[in-house]
């Protein structure tokens, strides 16, 4: 028999008492800062405020005069002085699982597809760090996005991180929903952020197809929900992407687009008292970069493979955003409204855009054959306004020649219709066709010998 616990009347006396909660109360609502007193949790936490519309959930941001600061992820009605504000987790973390796969969801987790619940497997932290630069094994192997003109002169490694840059409808969601139907990848990963709602549906349905849809998860936060929502379904998205690179699998992570998550944090840094600083962002925006991108890329298994798109302002590259997404990132992508305006699509301009990785992941063939075309594409660019007015005479530079000989086959080379799939091995031996076409003809020996 058993004795007897030395503490068991103690024991008996805790199981009968009722746990204690701790609460916070409202004490000022500024602009998107709620201001709470009497309760203490980290910054990153996650709180519940009760309203007269019923519980809202709230991000603490930061501290002022001994009160918490909070942002809510939806829009509060009924907030009242004095509301109950409670600590839900100290650290958030997301629900996943294999399930997920097929399915829309919020940036919580959450599926708002009106499909069936999901059971979560294992539950990660939303804000995880990067993996340790030595931890993550070499670019090394192509992926491939099933795109000719990128796979060609602008060769994805798997695990490198690149930039689509564009101005405003120059085709960035038709190009995200190309890669989700034609890359290699068996996963794919899509963060929605800051998009009109009209435009989610359309994706879903038009860019991405059942076929696409049936590898992918799909995250959400539209362009009416607060900045806290958008902010977070970026990392969403992200956690989601770790988890299955966690079990050692290929995911192609697509994230529409970085500028709108640096509008939400801006609204964010500007609401909870930051300084504004360039261009009217303030630091958290650019501190908010390396702490998403770097989470991408390869680890110890497995790879991240990212896309993010940039809307530039005005078409200027040089814009703050960009720029400093361009200097964190293996490469950029460059869609070029000149090129859109023709009509050529997908608009990407192999002159204006750089992949990193590409001379590890492809061999000197490929290389090789893709200098040449670039060459080709520059000089021709370089003389083009000599040959719209006809003042260019054949035969004066070789080069030139060869480029206005093969300019229509390159042309149509790089054009794609958004259904239309190219693999990597059919992009290899179109690229060594044209290739060819651009080495001089070899003189016959007298008499036809070789």
């Known amino acids: 028999m058993t004795p007897p616990s030395l503490f ?6 805790l199981e009968q008492c009722e746990p204690f909660l701790v609460t916070g109360q409202v004490t000022q609502v500024v ?12 910054v990153g936490a996650l709180c519940q405020i009760d309203t007269a519309d019923g519980p809202a959930e709230a991000e603490v ?17 009924g907030l009242e002085p004095g509301a109950r504000v409670q600590v839900l987790e100290t650290k958030q973390t997301v629900g996943v699982c294999n399930e997920m796969l097929g399915r829309v969801l919020n940036g919580s987790g959450t599926p708002i597809d009106n499909g069936p619940d999901l059971v979560p497997a294992h539950r990660l932290p939303l804000f995880a760090s990067a993996p340790p630069a030595l931890s993550r094994s070499k670019i090394h192997e192509p992926l491939s996005t099933g795109i000719r003109a990128i796979d060609a002169f602008l060769t994805c490694g798997r695990g490198q991180r690149l930039g689509i840059f564009a101005g405003s409808g120059v085709g960035k969601s038709v190009l995200l929903g190309m ?15 800051g998009e009109r709602g009209r435009e989610v549906r359309e994706f879903i349905e038009r860019d991405l197809g059942d076929e696409g849809m049936a590898r992918a998860v799909i995250v959400v936060a539209t362009a009416d929900e ?8 970026a990392f969403c998205a992200t956690t989601i992407a770790e988890y299955f690179r966690n079990q050692g699998e290929d995911v192609l992570l697509l994230i529409d ?22 261009r009217g962002y303030p630091p958290s925006v650019f501190n908010l970069f390396p702490q998403l991108l770097e989470r991408s890329g390869r680890g110890a298994i497995g790879s991240i493979t990212a896309f993010y798109t940039v809307l530039v302002e005005g078409d200027d590259i040089a ?39 590409m001379i590890d992941v492809v061999d000197d063939s490929h290389l090789n054959a893709s200098r040449a075309l670039i060459q080709l594409l520059s000089q021709y660019q370089e003389s083009e306004d000599l040959v719209s007015v006809g003042a260019y005479v054949r035969g004066t530079n070789p080069l030139l020649d060869k480029a206005l000989e093969l300019r229509p086959e390159i042309l149509e080379f790089l054009q794609q219709d958004r259904f239309e799939k190219s693999t990597f091995e059919d992009t290899q031996t179109w690229l060594d066709g044209l290739h060819q076409k651009t080495l001089p003809t070899q003189p016959q020996r007298p008499g036809g010998g070789s």
């Open 61 to 77: 941001v930061g501290f002022r005069d001994g009160r918490m600061l909070l942002i809510p992820y939806k829009p509060v009605r």
């Open 257 to 278: 687009s970085i500028t709108r998550i640096a509008f939400a944090q801006r609204e964010i840094g500007l609401s909870a008292g930051e300084p504004p600083a360039t």
């Open 8 to 13: 068991q009347h103690e024991n008996d006396i």
């Open 319 to 357: 814009d703050p955003i960009a720029d400093t997404t361009r200097s964190i990132l293996d490469g950029h992508i460059w869609l070029s409204r000149k090129l859109a305006s023709r009509s050529h699509y997908p608009a990407i301009d192999p002159l204006g855009s750089i992949s990193r990785s």
């Open 179 to 193: 890669m989700c139907r034609h890359t290699s990848a068996p996963i794919v990963v899509v963060g929605l952020v």
């Open 226 to 233: 607060s900045p806290m929502e958008r902010v977070k379904a």
């Open 31 to 42: 602009g998107l800062i709620v201001e709470s007193l009497g309760l203490r949790a980290p």
